[in-house]
């Protein structure tokens, strides 16, 4: 029976002598800790750790082992995916224990993927990624993760820098921050065990749009590239995940923190999130043409768009759309047809949302409608303007 007050205080005068570099005794006071409380997961990590540490690689890789197993008892996937990860790396994690973790994390046989559709409210069913595939593609996706520790002051990753890889926060915390005007340095973010970063530049294989730097000891999971291409060349559904999980986060952003949408309530914001199509678009493409009807309205989440006017014996060139415009909306809202071809100039991501949809959530929303109106006659003024210059 778990002596669950003999046990705090053992796990206390542990740490305690792991903080002042006395490893063996802080081991056997961890070891002391498992035998009143043998089901505590931390206490099995700080144990596997220790012994890590002092160098003991055939007893830590056992206790990481041991670690994944109660971790995945007390449902902390992350946790235990990256203990078995550390068991892999000291002579290779038990295949038993690997499977224990899918069958009790991955989707079972015949389950269909979570939807991408929500808009964060505390009630997510499972972790990004890992929690969407089969047993078979968790196992090959375990095998193919690596765990990454960092100090703090240390950079994960660095905004503008080519990004290759996503991570997941196994514990720790970290800051999120981007450049603003005058080149200042602005935090916009703070994350903790269990978030997530860096897909947009894993998926679009652009830049990263943001620094992230270590606040305190952290440690996280890398989901590389070209492991992931590796993993879903035989498993296609890690990949249908990954792409899941990254319209997932861009619906959830803009829904949360776009001028247009903040004042909606989550109900409303979940069920919009369900309708928009997130679509890559190559450079060149017509979006919308004018003169014909208007089938959607769009945001751009990256990249540039042109706009233009065709008028007898000239074309004008209107100002360009850049990310977090929206365009689309003056035909649908005014029932007319499009006032002007609408171009991708550069490669871009939009969020596209079909006439009945549009219809639905937001002409029935009057500030929303109102807002999109004020904005439609803005552009409608600087067309007239483009013409008569």
């Known amino acids: 029976?778990?002596?669950?007050?003999?046990?705090?205080?053992?796990?206390?005068?542990?740490?305690?002598?792991?903080?002042?570099?006395?490893?063996?005794?802080?081991?056997?006071?961890?070891?002391?800790?498992?035998?009143?409380?043998?089901?505590?997961?931390?206490?099995?990590?700080?144990?596997?750790?220790?012994?890590?540490?002092?160098?003991?690689?055939?007893?830590?890789?056992?206790?990481?082992?041991d670690a994944a197993l109660a971790w995945t008892r007390a449902g902390g996937l992350l946790r235990a995916v990256a203990a078995s990860v550390l068991s892999r790396g000291l002579r290779g994690a038990r295949p038993k224990t690997v499977r224990t973790l899918a069958e009790r994390f991955a989707l079972p046989p015949g389950a269909l993927a979570p939807t991408f559709a929500w808009v964060s409210d505390g009630k997510d069913p499972g972790v990004p990624v890992l929690s969407g595939v089969g047993r078979e593609a968790f196992v090959a996706l375990v095998e193919a993760l690596e765990v990454r520790a960092f100090w703090p002051g240390q950079r994960v990753v660095e905004e503008g820098q080519p990004g290759d890889s996503m991570f997941a926060l196994v514990e720790g915390r970290v800051e999120v921050a981007r450049r603003v005007e005058g080149n200042a340095r602005q935090v916009v973010?703070?994350?903790?065990?269990?978030?997530?970063?860096?897909?947009?530049?894993?998926?679009?294989?652009?830049?990263?749009?943001?620094?992230?730097?270590?606040?305190?000891?952290?440690?996280?999971?890398?989901?590389?590239?070209?492991?992931?291409?590796?993993?879903?060349?035989a498993h296609p559904e890690v990949d249908a995940a990954?792409?899941?999980?990254?319209?997932?986060?861009?619906?959830?952003?803009?829904?949360?923190?776009?001028?247009?949408?903040?004042?909606?309530?989550?109900?409303?914001?979940?069920?919009?999130?369900?309708?928009?199509?997130?679509?890559?678009?190559?450079?060149?493409?017509?979006?919308?043409?004018?003169?014909?009807?208007?089938?959607?309205?769009?945001?751009?989440?990256?990249?540039?768009v042109q706009l233009s006017l065709e008028q007898p014996g000239r074309i004008v060139l209107l100002p360009e759309l850049r990310e977090g415009d929206v365009f689309g909306e003056i035909s649908l809202l005014l029932d007319k047809p499009v006032s002007a071809t609408v171009r991708t100039k550069t490669p871009c991501v939009v969020l596209r949302l079909e006439r009945a949809a549009f219809e639905r959530h937001v002409v029935s929303q009057p500030g929303l409608k109102g807002l999109l109106m004020r904005m439609g006659t803005e552009r409608l003024q600087q067309t007239a303007k483009a013409l008569f210059v």
Not at 39 to 64: C, F, I, K, M, S
Not at 206 to 227: D, I, Y
Not at 245 to 273: E, G, H, I, W
């Open 242 to 304: 990954v792409h899941a999980y990254y319209q997932r986060r861009l619906v959830d952003n803009l829904l949360r923190t776009s001028p247009l949408f903040t004042n909606l309530s989550p109900a409303l914001k979940q069920a919009m999130s369900r309708e928009f199509d997130l679509r890559a678009v190559p450079a060149g493409q017509v979006l919308l043409t004018q003169g014909q009807p208007g089938d959607a309205f769009y945001l751009l989440l990256r990249g540039q």
């Open 189 to 233: 973010a703070t994350l903790g065990p269990g978030d997530f970063f860096g897909e947009v530049a894993l998926v679009s294989e652009g830049p990263r749009l943001a620094s992230v730097e270590v606040r305190e000891r952290s440690v996280l999971l890398e989901f590389k590239r070209q492991s992931l291409a590796r993993v879903s060349a």
């Open 1 to 65: 029976m778990a002596d669950f007050p003999h046990a705090r205080s053992l796990k206390a005068q542990a740490a305690t002598l792991a903080a002042e570099g006395k490893l063996e005794a802080a081991l056997a006071g961890y070891q002391d800790a498992l035998r009143a409380e043998p089901g505590d997961a931390e206490v099995h990590q700080r144990v596997a750790e220790l012994l890590e540490w002092l160098e003991r690689t055939p007893e830590a890789a056992h206790a990481y082992d």
